[in-house]
């Protein structure tokens, strides 16, 4: 099963990007129409940002095609791409300091490390942090997708401590913080009006070397086209630095996430389970830390 699985990965790779987005459009709606949690959540997710269910029904086929594309991006041929604010990039690396790319669940958030790899690599390594995958077939191939200025960092001890060093280098790290976190990782801060579980790492690596945060989402263009890579100021509080404080930190970086995917929401990933308790942190823990931010 595993070498089938790796075989029809291989070939996807090898599909022009139009006709793996095609197929993504009918793998997102086969799973819509399947499973009615996965509705319940989308709809709900959508609805509590404040969007209408045509926003949420939008992001059905294009959560299909972020699944479908993947063999492309680790494996195939380069794929077309153009930028929209790359000079916020250029401003950032004058200071001399590490940089930190924050991105959320929002388009294709998996080739963003990418282009910044292929465009700054020589000039600043990015180093970006990942979940491994459970099984040991999509594992090999997740860390086989490393390429000239990228390189991983799984989400353990050992990968902080890889993304920290780099920073430390005076290179780049690329992190989605709206992931949630292991109990104990984060804090409860708003996101779109509901207390959300937020990792304290992505401020914390802000503050390794005075590291400068740019925030950065990939565009899925219609009709396989290719992608853009939008690029963004973090400007919190007027003043473009984190707070010192894990909490008000953890407020703006969710803020900023909030920013961007108001630029296009039928991107963004809203059936993922942004606002669960992660293992280990007891519900009674929860409703607690919940009522303490309202208060």
């Not at 020589?122 to 040991?136: C, D, F, G, H, K």
């Not at 390794?208 to 899925?220: P, Q």
């Not at 990933?269 to 607690?288: E, F, N, Q, V």
Request: aromatic share 10%.
């Amino acid at each position: 099963m595993t070498a089938f699985f790796q075989l029809l990965f291989r070939f996807l790779s090898l599909l022009p990007l139009p006709v793996l987005h095609a197929l993504g459009w009918v793998l997102g709606w086969l799973t819509f129409l399947a499973s009615p949690r996965y509705r319940r959540r989308l709809f709900a997710h959508a609805q509590l940002a404040g969007y209408p269910r045509s926003v949420a029904l939008g992001s059905v086929a294009e959560s299909g095609k972020l699944v479908v594309e993947l063999p492309r991006l680790w494996l195939g041929r380069p794929v077309r791409v153009d930028w929209d604010g790359v000079a916020h990039v250029e401003e950032a690396m004058t200071h001399g300091d590490g940089l930190l790319y924050l991105t959320p669940h929002l388009g294709c958030f998996e080739v963003t490390a990418q282009l910044v790899a292929q465009r700054f690599g020589e000039r600043m390594p990015i180093t970006v942090l990942y979940r491994p995958a459970r099984q040991p077939w999509l594992r090999e191939l997740m860390e086989a997708r490393s390429r000239p200025g990228l390189h991983t960092a799984p989400t353990t001890l050992a990968g902080v401590k890889q993304l920290i060093k780099a920073l430390k280098q005076h290179q780049a790290v690329g992190l989605l913080p709206d992931q949630v976190p292991p109990s104990g990782q984060g804090v409860w801060a708003p996101f779109f009006g509901r207390d959300a579980y937020t990792m304290t790492l992505s401020a914390r690596l802000a503050q390794t070397g005075g590291a400068r945060v740019v925030l950065i989402w990939g565009e899925r263009l219609s009709w396989g086209r290719g992608y853009r890579a939008r690029v963004r100021p973090f400007l919190a509080d007027g003043d473009g630095q984190l707070s010192s404080d894990p909490q008000q930190a953890a407020r703006q970086i969710n803020q900023a996430m909030e920013s961007l995917v108001k630029e296009c929401p039928t991107q963004y990933l809203w059936s993922y389970d942004r606002y669960k308790a992660p293992a280990g942190l007891s519900h009674a823990a929860r409703l607690d830390a919940e009522r303490a931010q309202r208060t």
